[in-house]
């Protein structure tokens, strides 16, 4: 990989879809595509099958593409009741994987990853999708939603983590959305939100 | 092992404490302690890394002590908002290291340990711990009551399993609140509770 080059493991976490995307980010922002899969469990094994079976395809990727840091999505109690379980457990899994493998871990929120990707932390799955393949210069948006939200979460960690830019970096290369986002960022990191994306 | 004892893995899972209890049950329901342990991790770790830590004492564990089956506690997405994530992420992994073992896995839920070990679905925290001492033949309470909670698990997965009788077995030397027990969960068979525990 060129020098400076951040290559990311971004996971949306799920039990019947687990979208797994990995791109390389540049130090201008500058993000390529490296794959992007999403991983399947049938809903009639077990539970520990399914587990396994979304596991064995984590570790096929992260032998195969060697990313240097996870981004998962944020899981909040508060969210679906119906698969919440099911997510928490496949982002404990994914979570172990990387820590045996001494990968840093991020987690972002749902909303932190759209005001990344689209410059607005209410947008639509269509918006962010749309977003991620203008990001990557892909024709077509990755489907399901599971694939581009993979992709989206890697491409914010990179982004955010100061991976590609430093925090104190100029915004050269920013979209004005952008822009916007990197000084509320800036701003709210006494509010403690930034600090705890960063440890 | 003597012929017919089942030994069995009982993780009540957390991320700040994770109790692990492993009981040899015999045909004739007669439970020994072989080891319980209460594994922790700092609450000031990142996350991957508690999980990480709580994983490689689980992974011990299993090593040791080779159980035949794990049992887990079942958790309910509505149970307490604070700490659900990590008990989840917990269970998630324990069941990912079982299913790498080919262990199989059952869930149960608290109200089904309780009621298998004490005869009463609503028993109190201190009711299981004296249950499961006087089941173990145990001088003291397993402390802290993850401890107690991972064995009643454990005793509970065997009793009701048909590890250690059949589920058409005779109800020689249960307790009366025991055969109230059994017979309560022979008739909800058509309702799919128990299979559902049995697959």
Redesign the interface.
Known sequence: MPRGVVRVLGIDPGLTRCGVGIVDVSPDRTARLVDVIVLRSAPDL????R??RI?DGIEAILEEHRPQAVALER????SD?ST??GT??????A??L???RALP?A?HTPSEVKAAITGYGRADKKQVGAMVARILGLDDVPKPADAADALALAICHAWRSGGATSPDGDDAGLTPAQKAWRAAERASTVSGAARRLK?
Chains 1, 2 share one sequence.
């Open positions: 077990a539970i520990e099958k587990l396994a596991a899981v909040f109690a508060r009741v919440i379980m928490a457990q496949i982002s404990g899994v979570m172990l990387a820590a045996r871990v987690l440890r």
